[in-house]
C-alpha cells in the first residue's frame, strides 16, 4: 500500500496550512478476507442474519476501490471462478446461487459491466445452462434482481461464440411431448421480455440486444422483424403511465446500442424509418428526462450511421499531446500538426454525401442543448462533438454557429450550459478550429460570470462550472500560441471565478482549470505563484478566498483591476447579502494595490449608484463606499495626506449626501430600511474613522437622528453591533469641545435620551438604549456615571421582578462591564470612576445577575443574563487587579468566585462551560493576578494550571470529577452543592448520569 488507507484526506493544521493526506490505495489488500468470505458461502446461505453480515462485509470491501477499481484486475479472475463454481454446481440450492449472483453484481458494479462482463466464460458449452438458468428466474421476483441481470450478461457473452447458433439444437425433437424451441428464438425471446420489465436488468438486456443482433446469422433472420416490434412499442405507448415508460425505456435502450454496436451497412437501411419514428414520437417533448435522454443518444447514433466513418482531414490537431513533452519542449520549437493545405484540399474534393436526414439529427441535438435536464444536455453535446466530426469543414462550421447562438441573452441558463458543454466537446475532439476563437473566447468569459438571478436566489452555477471545463479542455486542445491573443481574458476571467464565485464547486473548477493551463500552456503571468496561493483546498473557504487569497493574487498587476471591477459589476450588487458584504471588505482589502483608481475611478463610480433605485445595489455601494474611504484615509496616514486631499471635492460632497438623499426619499422604512440602516451606520463609523472635516456640520445632526431612531425601531440584534460602532465612532470624532472633553450640551442629551430609552415598553429599544450606553467613550461617561449605573441597574431589578425584557438585562449587564472598564481608578470620583466607593455597587449588581433563573416558553432564557454576567465580572476583575487591585475586597472576590463555581455545576453543557473556563482564567491569571481568591492553593491542587486547555467543561463525564471535589473546600461548598443540586433536578439525561 503506497499511503496511508485509514486516514481521510482533509485539510487542517495551524497557522491557516494545509496538511493533506490522500486516500489512495496501492493494491488490493483485503485478498485473504474476500476468500474468506466466498468460501463461507456455502454455510452463510441459509440464515438470514449471517447472509446480510456477509454481504455486507463484502459490499464495504469493494467499495474502498470505488475510484480505483482497476487494482481488482488482478483478483478478479479467481473471485470469479470461486463464485461460478458454486453456481454450476448441481448440488446449491437457489438460495445460494442468488447469494452467489449477487456477490458477483457487486463485483460487477465496483469494476463495471463493460470490463467484468469480458471475464465471464462464453464457451459453447456454457450457452445451454444459461440460457436454461435464465429460463427458470422469475422476472416479478424483486429480491433476485442481481441474478437475472448477472444472466442477461453472461447470455450476452456467450452470444459471440464464432459458430452458428443452429448448430447448437441439432435434432429439435420433443421433450416431455413439447417441441423443443430452437436457441436463437430462446435467446430473443428472453431479451424482448426483459426490454419490458422495470428493474435493472433491462439495462442488461439493451446490452444483450446489441450482442445478439449484431451476429451474422441472427441478423439475416430476426433485425428486421426485431426492429418492427421495438418500432411498434414505441409507437404504441406514451409516457403517461409506468409500465409504458418502461416499455420505452427498454426499446429506446436496446435500438441505442444496436445502432452503436451493428454495422453501419446493416442498420442503415432501417436508420430512416426509426428516425421517422422518433419524429413521430416527438420524445423532446415528454416530462420524462430518461426518456429525453435516450431519445437524444438514439438520434446521434442514427445520424452517425446516416454519415460514413472518417477522421476529418481538417480537424486541428495539437503536436504534444503529453504533459511532460509539453513541458520539456520549448515553446519556440512547438509546431501545430494541423491540417495541410494539400490534405484540406483533398478533404474537399472527396465526395461528401450528406444524406438530408442529418440535418434533422442536428436540429434535435441542437435542441437537446436546451434541455432542463442535465443529462440531457450531456448526451447532445456530446453528439454534437461525435456528428460533426464527420462533417465537411463548411458544415462543421455551421454546426459551431448553431450552437454559438446558445449564449444569446434571450437563452435561458440550460442553453447556455449545453453551449458549454458542446464547445468543450468540440475543441477536445479539434473540431473547433483556432480562427473560431475570436468568437468563442469572450462568450466562454461571459459564461464564467453568468449568473442569473430568480426570485430570492439566482441560477447559473452549473453554467460557471461548464466555462471552466471548456477552459480545461481548450488548455489540453490548443498549442500555446493559438491561445496566446487571449491568455490575458482567460487567466483573468478563471482567477476571478476561482477567488470570487459564491458557489464552492465553481471555485475548485476554475482553479482545475487554471492550473491545467498553467501545465499545458505555460503562458498564463504568474501562474505557478497563484496556484499555490489559490490551490483545490485553498479556495473551499469563502471568507479566506475575499479577504486573503484575492490580496495575494490583485498584488500582480495583471489581475488587479480586473478583480476590482468585477466586484464592483457584479458583485456588490449581488443577490446574496453575504456576498455583498464580503465584496466591500475585498475592496477594503484591494484599496492598497491600485489606491489612485479606487479614489478618481471606482469612488466616482459607486457614488450614484449608492442612490440609485436598485436595493442591493445601493447596500452595496454604501458599504463599498464606506470601507474605500476609510482603506485610503490609512493610506494617506502612510504618507502624511488627508482624506481631502485623496478624494475629490465632489467625491467628499456626494459622501455627505448620501443620508439626506436616502432620508428624503424615504429610504429607511420597510424592508429596505433594514438593510439602508446598519449600512448608514457604517458608512457613518468609516466617515468618523477617516476624520472626514465634516465637524458642526447639519449632517452629523443627520447622522446622529438616524442612529437614535434607529435604536428607538426596535431595530435586529444582528444589525445592533453596525449601531453602536457607529455611534461610538461619531462621538470620538465630533462631539469633543477639545481633546479629552466631550461637548457638555450632547453628553446631556444623548445620556438623558438614552437612560429614559431603558424605560421603553419596547425590548428591542431597551436593547439598543442599554448597548448605546455601553459604547459611549470614556469622555461621554465622566460626571454621568452614577446617573447611568443607576439607569442599568433599576431597568435589571424591575424587569427580573416582572419576569420579562430577558435580552434587556443581558445588554445591561454587558453595558454595565463596558461603561466602568473605560474609567477604572482608584481615587477617583463615583460620578466618574470605579473607584472604592462604587465597586461594591457595580459588583452587587453583576452578582445579583448570576440569580436569573426566568423561564419561558424558550426555556432558561435566565442563562443568558447569567452567561453576560460572568463575562463582564471576568473582564473588570482583571482590568481591576491591574490597574487599581486595592479597591478589590475580599468578600467580593469571594463572593464572585463562589457563583462561579456554583455556574460550573451548570446542567446545561454551553453555560457550564463559560464558568469553567472563567473560574480558571481568574484563578491561574498572573499578569495581572487576582488578589483574595478563598482557598487558592488547594484550588491550584484540584486545578493545576494544564487544567486550562486539557479539561473539556462541555463533557459532564470530565467536569463533574473536578467540580465535585470542591465540596471537600469549606469556602465553596454551599454554592457547588447549589449548583450540582439543580443539575440533578434536571432532565438532562448525560449530566445526571456523571453526578
Given at each position: ?203 442488461a438486456a439493451s446490452v444483450l440486444v446489441s450482442k445478439f443482433m449484431t451476429r451474422p446469422d441472427v441478423k439475416q433472420k430476426c433485425l428486421g422483424e426485431f426492429l418492427d416490434w421495438s418500432l ?550 465622566h460626571g454621568k456615571l452614577k446617573q447611568i449605573l443607576e439607569g442599568l441597574t433599576h431597568m435589571c431589578t424591575v424587569s427580573q421582578k416582572e419576569g420579562t425584557f430577558t435580552e434587556s438585562r ?186
Amino acid at each position: 500500500m503506497a499511503l496511508s488507507e485509514t486516514e481521510n484526506g482533509c485539510p487542517g493544521g495551524e497557522g491557516g496550512e494545509s496538511i493533506v493526506q490522500t486516500c489512495v490505495l496501492g493494491g488490493f489488500s483485503e485478498s485473504s478476507e474476500t476468500k474468506a468470505l466466498l468460501s463461507s458461502l456455502l454455510e452463510v446461505h441459509g440464515d438470514i442474519a449471517t447472509t446480510e453480515s456477509a454481504t455486507q462485509r463484502f459490499l464495504v470491501i469493494m467499495n474502498r476501490y470505488q475510484e480505483q477499481p482497476h487494482l481488482l484486475d488482478p483478483h478478479l479472475e479467481w473471485m470469479l471462478d470461486m463464485i461460478l463454481e458454486l453456481v454450476r454446481s448441481e448440488t446449491s440450492p437457489a438460495s445460494l446461487v442468488h447469494l452467489a449472483f449477487k456477490f458477483l453484481y457487486i463485483i460487477c458494479k465496483v469494476r463495471g459491466y463493460k470490463i467484468f462482463m469480458q471475464l465471464l466464460p462464453h464457451e459453447v458449452a456454457d450457452v445451454q445452462p444459461v440460457l436454461d438458468l435464465l429460463s427458470k428466474q422469475d422476472p416479478k421476483d424483486s429480491e433476485t434482481w442481481e441474478t437475472r441481470y448477472m444472466l442477461l450478461l453472461w447470455l450476452s457473452m456467450t452470444c459471440l461464440i464464432p459458430f452458428d447458433l443452429y448448430r447448437l439444437d441439432g435434432h429439435l425433437g420433443s421433450d416431455g411431448g413439447k417441441v423443443r424451441e430452437p436457441t436463437m428464438d430462446r435467446i430473443l425471446a428472453i431479451a424482448k421480455s426483459y426490454l419490458l420489465v422495470s428493474d435493472s436488468p433491462r439495462d442488461a438486456a439493451s446490452v444483450l440486444v446489441s450482442k445478439f443482433m449484431t451476429r451474422p446469422d441472427v441478423k439475416q433472420k430476426c433485425l428486421g422483424e426485431f426492429l418492427d416490434w421495438s418500432l411498434t412499442a414505441i409507437s404504441q405507448t406514451n409516457d403517461q403511465s409506468m409500465r409504458d415508460i418502461m416499455v420505452l425505456d427498454g426499446a429506446l435502450q436496446s435500438l441505442a446500442t444496436l445502432f452503436k454496436h451493428g454495422k453501419r451497412d446493416d442498420v442503415l437501411q432501417y436508420a430512416p424509418a426509426v428516425m421517422r419514428c422518433l419524429e413521430q414520437k416527438r420524445l423532446s417533448e415528454s416530462s420524462q428526462a430518461m426518456l429525453r435522454k435516450l431519445g437524444v443518444k438514439l438520434i446521434q447514433r442514427l445520424g452517425l450511421t446516416f454519415l460514413k466513418p472518417r477522421l476529418a482531414a481538417w480537424r486541428y490537431q495539437r503536436g504534444n499531446r503529453s504533459l511532460a513533452a509539453n513541458l520539456s519542449a520549448s515553446q519556440s520549437t512547438t509546431v501545430s500538426t494541423a491540417a495541410t493545405p494539400v490534405a484540406e484540399a483533398r478533404d474537399m474534393e472527396e465526395d461528401y454525401d450528406i444524406p438530408e436526414e442529418v440535418e434533422t439529427v442536428i436540429e434535435h441535438l441542437l435542441l437537446g442543448l436546451k434541455d432542463k435536464e442535465t443529462i440531457v444536455r450531456w448526451s447532445a453535446a456530446k453528439g454534437i462533438g461525435r456528428v460533426t466530426g464527420r462533417l465537411p469543414k463548411e458544415l462543421a462550421d455551421e454546426v459551431v454557429g448553431s450552437v454559438l447562438d446558445c449564449f444569446s441573452f434571450q437563452e435561458t441558463d440550460n442553453a447556455w450550459h449545453g453551449g458549454c458543454l458542446a464547445l468543450a466537446e468540440l475543441g477536445r475532439r479539434g473540431l473547433l478550429l483556432p480562427s473560431r476563437l475570436t468568437d468563442v473566447v469572450p462568450l466562454i468569459v461571459k459564461s464564467l460570470t453568468y449568473d442569473e438571478k430568480r426570485g430570492a436566489c439566482s441560477v447559473g452555477s452549473n453554467v460557471r462550472d461548464a466555462a471552466c471545463y471548456v477552459c480545461w479542455s481548450f488548455a489540453r486542445a490548443y498549442e500555446p500560441k493559438e491561445l496566446e491573443p487571449f491568455v490575458t481574458q482567460i487567466a483573468s476571467s478563471l482567477v476571478i471565478t476561482a477567488v470570487f464565485d459564491r458557489n464552492v464547486n465553481c471555485r475548485r473548477a476554475a482553479s482545475a482549470a487554471f492550473q491545467e493551463n498553467v501545465g499545458r500552456q505555460g503562458t498564463f503571468p504568474h501562474g505557478i505563484d497563484i496556484l499555490t496561493a489559490a490551490d483545490y483546498f485553498a479556495v473551499g473557504n469563502l471568507n479566506n478566498c475575499y479577504l486573503n487569497i484575492s490580496v495575494y493574487v490583485a498584488s500582480f498587476p495583471e489581475y488587479t483591476k480586473a478583480m476590482i471591477d468585477h466586484l464592483i459589476a457584479m458583485k456588490i450588487n449581488h443577490w446574496d447579502g453575504v456576498i455583498r458584504e464580503l465584496a466591500t471588505k475585498a475592496l477594503h482589502n484591494l484599496t492598497p494595490q491600485a489606491p489612485d483608481y479606487m479614489a478618481t475611478t471606482v469612488l466616482p463610480q459607486l457614488l450614484p449608484v449608492a442612490v440609485g433605485v436598485d436595493l442591493h445595489g445601493r447596500h452595496g455601494a454604501i458599504l463599498a463606499c464606506a470601507e474605500i474611504t476609510h482603506a485610503l484615509y490609512k493610506l494617506g496616514l502612510q504618507t502624511n495626506r488627508t482624506e481631502v486631499d485623496i478624494i475629490s471635492s465632489e467625491c467628499v460632497d456626494a459622501l455627505k449626501n448620501i443620508h439626506h438623499t436616502l432620508n428624503d426619499r424615504k429610504q429607511y422604512r420597510g424592508f429596505g430600511g433594514e438593510l439602508m440602516r446598519p449600512a448608514m451606520c457604517c458608512l457613518i463609523e468609516k466617515m468618523s474613522l477617516s476624520k472626514m472635516p465634516f465637524k458642526n456640520d447639519p449632517v452629523i445632526s443627520g447622522w446622529q437622528w438616524l442612529i437614535d431612531d434607529t435604536i428607538k425601531s426596535s431595530v435586529k440584534d444582528a444589525n445592533m453591533v453596525a449601531i453602536v460602532s457607529a455611534l461610538s465612532a461619531l462621538c470620538e470624532e465630533y462631539y469633543q469641545s477639545e481633546l479629552g472633553t466631550a461637548d457638555s450640551q450632547m453628553q446631556d442629551v444623548l445620556v438623558s435620551q438614552y437612560i429614559e430609552g431603558l424605560k421603553s415598553h419596547q425590548m428591542l429599544t431597551r436593547c439598543g438604549s442599554a448597548l448605546a450606553l455601553g459604547c459611549l467613550p470614556g469622555f461621554m461617561i465622566h460626571g454621568k456615571l452614577k446617573q447611568i449605573l443607576e439607569g442599568l441597574t433599576h431597568m435589571c431589578t424591575v424587569s427580573q421582578k416582572e419576569g420579562t425584557f430577558t435580552e434587556s438585562r443581558r445588554d445591561a449587564v454587558r453595558a454595565i462591564a463596558q461603561v466602568v472598564v473605560k474609567v477604572v481608578c482608584a481615587h477617583g470620583s463615583p460620578d466618574s470612576a470605579l473607584c472604592s466607593e462604587n465597586v461594591a455597587e457595580v459588583y452587587g449588581a453583576l452578582l445579583n445577575r448570576m440569580n436569573d433563573y426566568t423561564t419561558d416558553s424558550r426555556g432558561d432564557v435566565g442563562a443568558w443574563v447569567r452567561e453576560a454576567a460572568m463575562s463582564s465580572l471576568m473582564e473588570v476583575t482583571l482590568l481591576v487587579a491591574g490597574s487599581a487591585p486595592e479597591i478589590l475586597q475580599p468578600d467580593l472576590v469571594k463572593c464572585m468566585m463562589c457563583c462561579l463555581a456554583q455556574q460550573a455545576g451548570e446542567k446545561i453543557d454551553r453555560y457550564r462551560a463559560h464558568a469553567g473556563n472563567a473560574f480558571l482564567r481568574l484563578l491561574h491569571s498572573t499578569e495581572p493576578a487576582v488578589p483574595h481568591i478563598p482557598q487558592r492553593e488547594e484550588l491550584m491542587s484540584i486545578f493545576p494550571v494544564e487544567t486550562t486547555t486539557s479539561l473539556n467543561w462541555n463533557a459532564p463525564s470530565q467536569a463533574f470529577k473536578y467540580i465535585t471535589q470542591l465540596l471537600g473546600l469549606p469556602q465553596y461548598q454551599y454554592h457547588t452543592l447549589l449548583g450540582l443540586t439543580v443539575s440533578v433536578g434536571g432532565i438532562t439525561e448525560s449530566t445526571v448520569g456523571h453526578l
